[in-house]
């Protein structure tokens, strides 16, 4: 589980609530059903308009990854492909092969198979950079939907209000309820942009962050592979990847090494 989006979404909400009840608000009266309808379920077909099915079915996969990913760990990675480096310098290349089923990772695994394989340095890059595009653009659509429903839900809650408004103005006769009907009016307001700003477009930036981090990780992993094919020392091959490492990391496998 992801502590970090755990813990924002308790603060992020848990700070408006708290807030609103310092100012003396009732939280009953933020419940009501029909701006949830208008903002919600209008925002979110707004926002299914501009995608296929295909894109809206890997939704909820999407958003279970900001919640609940394997973490791609750069410096286990890091590590596996030193000891593969030693291995191919110590017993050669084809020595590999034993050790594609302790590989858990299916890029790094099909990458080391395309060198045991004797498939040529610049056709190795080209495939897995090519799987790495492919990636990076299954990644900007999830990122992308989250990003739009952001955008949508606010103008849906602009919408509520405008609705409720009118409704208002249709009974004057009746100057009593005004301020209720006034309040209730701009609740959706408050959800619209509450559950962009605090839901939808956080998860759209966690996103990015998620898969800003794991194809920062293949790509080192592509220069690890490569340096290992043209038969480097692990150390030359361990340098070269410690580049693509943030420096936290870059530390830790200097005091491992």
């Known amino acids: 589980m992801d502590i970090a989006t755990i813990v924002g979404l308790i603060l992020a909400f848990g700070g408006v609530i708290v807030g609103f009840l310092l100012e003396g608000g009732n939280l009953k ?77 299916e890029f790094l695994r099909n ?33 992308e939907f989250f990003a739009a429903w952001g955008g949508f839900a606010p103008t849906l809650g602009v919408l509520g209000t405008v609705m409720g408004l009118i409704h208002m103005l249709e009974n004057l006769s009746d100057p009593s309820g005004m301020g209720k009907s006034i309040a209730a009016a701009f609740i959706a307001t408050f959800y619209g942009v509450g559950i ?16 800003h981090e794991e194809i920062g ?24 990847m410690r580049s693509f490492l943030p420096p936290v990391l870059k530390r830790k496998s200097l005091e491992e090494a």
């Open 111 to 143: 990458a080391i198979q395309l060198v045991v394989d004797g498939t040529s340095p610049e056709l190795v890059r080209e495939i897995l950079e090519i799987e790495i595009d492919a990636m990076r653009a299954r990644h900007k659509e999830g990122q």
């Open 196 to 211: 962009a700003n605090l839901f939808l477009l956080p998860i759209a930036s966690k996103l990015k962050v998620i898969s």
């Open 29 to 105: 009266s933020l419940v009501e059903i029909s701006p949830v309808v208008i903002v919600i379920i209008g925002s979110l077909g707004a926002t299914v308009i501009g995608f296929t099915m295909n894109h809206i079915t890997s939704i909820p996969k999407v958003l279970n990854n900001a919640f609940l990913r394997k973490h791609t760990d750069p410096l286990e990675m890091f590590n596996q492909l030193v000891s593969l480096a030693k291995k191919a310098r110590q017993s050669g290349i084809l020595a590999l092969e034993s050790e594609t089923k302790n590989i858990h990772n």
């Open 217 to 240: 990780t293949y790509e080192m992993s592509v220069e690890g592979i490569l340096s290992l094919q043209a038969g480097d020392n692990p150390r030359v091959v361990a340098t070269k």
